[in-house]
C-alpha cells in the first residue's frame, strides 16, 4: 500500500512538472505586437470680402445674404458726367450723376461663385436712375420688372446670373452709374430738398457659394 502510495505521488509530481513546463513555454513562444498610425490635412479655406475698392471687408457666410451698405454718392458729376461747380460737395441734386465700384475678392482656397442684388432706401420716390454700362438704364432698383436692355431684364437679374471668382484672391469689379436728371417729378425733387433729414441709401446683397 506504502509502495502505491508513492507511485502516485510520483506521477504527481511528473505531471505538475509537465504542466508548469507546459505553462512556461506558452508564454515565452507568444509573439504579441501593436501599432497605430495617423493622419491629417488642412481644411480649404472660405474666406470672401466686399465693399468699395480698396475696403473690402469680409462678409457673412454659410448661406446668408449679407446686407451691405455702400457710399454710391462719393463722387458726384453733373448730369452729362463733367465736373460739378453748381452743386455743394458732399450732396445731390437734380442734373447730378456719379459712379460706385463694388470689389469682391476670394481669398477661399477654392473657387467661389456669388450674385449680387441693389435695392435703394429713397423715402421720396425720387426719380434716380441705375446702370450698369451706363448705357441702359433703370429706375428702382427693386423692381424686377423694369428694362434694362429691351429684353425686360432688371439689373438684379443681370447681377443674379452669377459669376465665378478664382481662388486665393481673385476679384471682381461690379460698376454702379447712377444720375437724378433734371426731368423728374418737381414735385418730389422740391420736397426732397426742403426736408432736413433726406437721404438716399443704396443697398447691395451678396451671396457667394463654393463652386462645385
Same mark, same amino acid.
Do not use: C, R
Given at each position: 500500500m506504502k509502495k502505491n502510495k508513492s507511485t502516485l505521488l510520483l506521477m504527481l509530481l511528473l505531471l505538475l512538472v509537465c504542466l508548469t513546463f507546459s505553462a512556461v513555454?506558452?508564454?515565452?513562444?507568444?509573439?504579441?505586437?501593436?501599432?497605430?498610425?495617423?493622419?491629417?490635412?488642412?481644411?480649404?479655406?472660405?474666406?470672401?470680402?466686399?465693399?468699395?475698392?480698396?475696403?473690402?471687408?469680409?462678409?457673412t457666410v454659410a448661406g446668408t445674404s449679407p446686407t451691405l451698405d455702400f457710399d454710391l454718392f462719393s463722387t458726384v458729376y453733373d448730369e452729362d458726367g463733367g465736373e460739378e461747380k453748381d452743386v455743394g460737395v458732399g450732396v445731390v441734386a437734380p442734373g447730378t450723376s456719379g459712379s460706385f465700384d463694388l470689389s469682391i475678392i476670394n481669398d /477661399? %482656397?477654392? !473657387? &467661389?461663385?456669388?450674385?449680387?442684388? +441693389? /435695392? %435703394?432706401? !429713397? &423715402?421720396?420716390?425720387?426719380?434716380? +436712375?441705375y446702370s450698369l454700362d451706363n448705357v441702359h438704364w433703370v429706375g428702382d432698383l427693386s423692381d424686377e420688372k423694369a428694362n434694362w436692355d429691351g429684353t425686360n431684364e432688371s439689373i438684379n437679374e443681370h447681377l443674379r446670373k452669377g459669376k465665378t471668382i478664382q481662388m486665393n484672391g481673385g476679384e471682381d469689379l461690379i460698376t454702379v452709374y447712377w444720375k437724378w436728371p433734371f426731368d423728374?417729378?418737381?414735385?418730389?425733387?422740391?420736397?426732397?430738398?426742403?426736408?432736413?433729414?433726406?437721404?438716399?441709401?443704396?443697398?447691395?446683397?451678396?451671396?457667394?457659394?463654393?463652386?462645385?
Open positions: 513555454g506558452g508564454t515565452y513562444a507568444k509573439y504579441t505586437s501593436s501599432a497605430n498610425g495617423t493622419d491629417s490635412i488642412s481644411v480649404a479655406k472660405w474666406s470672401i470680402k466686399a465693399g468699395s475698392l480698396g475696403n473690402e471687408k469680409e462678409i /477661399s %482656397e477654392v !473657387n &467661389a461663385s456669388y450674385t449680387v442684388s +441693389l /435695392s %435703394e432706401n !429713397n &423715402a421720396h420716390g425720387l426719380p434716380f +436712375l423728374g417729378d418737381m414735385t418730389k425733387d422740391t420736397n426732397a430738398g426742403i426736408s432736413e433729414d433726406e437721404n438716399i441709401t443704396i443697398i447691395a446683397d451678396i451671396i457667394a457659394e463654393q463652386v462645385d
